[in-house]
């Protein structure tokens, strides 16, 4: 995080591109701390409700709660490892969206998924999940 830090305090920056850098959970306040406001700071999670017993989650509210702005969802190794469903990453979106975070939403197909030409069916079927709990689009990046 240092390193990247002290790279994009001497870039030069485009004023009308968003910079945003995805760290784990436990180093979100230092991130924060350390980058220049105008670079945000992605989660790389968070869940779907902000109070509960879900013991090692992390809400959109505790993101909020250290300055943070956006979080990363339905990355492809939690889609994997995880089990996470589209409907799963959709409603995180939402909640995140909801709770004023912006949201990165990946999509995309496994290797094997695309050795059996599958791609467009993968990406549109979590598009689809996804953009049936989202109307505001404004905050919201695909990936």
């Known amino acids: 995080i240092c390193v990247i830090s002290d790279n994009l305090k001497g870039a030069k920056l485009d004023p009308n591109v968003e910079v945003v850098i995805g760290c784990p959970a436990i180093y979100l306040d230092y991130a924060r701390q350390l980058l220049p ?7 790389q999670n968070c869940y779907k409700v ?3 017993a879900f013991t090692g989650e992390i809400s959109p509210e505790m993101i ?5 702005e956006w979080v990363i969802l ?11 469903c589209d409907d799963l990453i959709a409603e995180k979106c939402c909640y995140a969206l909801e709770c004023g975070l912006k949201v990165i939403a990946c999509v995309g197909e496994t290797l094997e998924e695309r050795e059996s030409n599958r791609t467009n ?5 979590q598009a689809s ?4 709990k989202i109307t505001d689009w404004s905050k919201v990046v695909i990936a």
């Open 74 to 84: 339905g990355h492809s190794e939690r889609r994997k490892i995880f089990g996470e």
């Open 129 to 132: 999940a996804i953009s049936k």
């Open 64 to 68: 909020k709660d250290v300055g943070c």
């Open 121 to 125: 069916e993968v990406v549109a079927c």
């Open 37 to 43: 406001p105008n670079i945000g700071v992605a989660a």
């Open 50 to 52: 902000g109070k509960g």
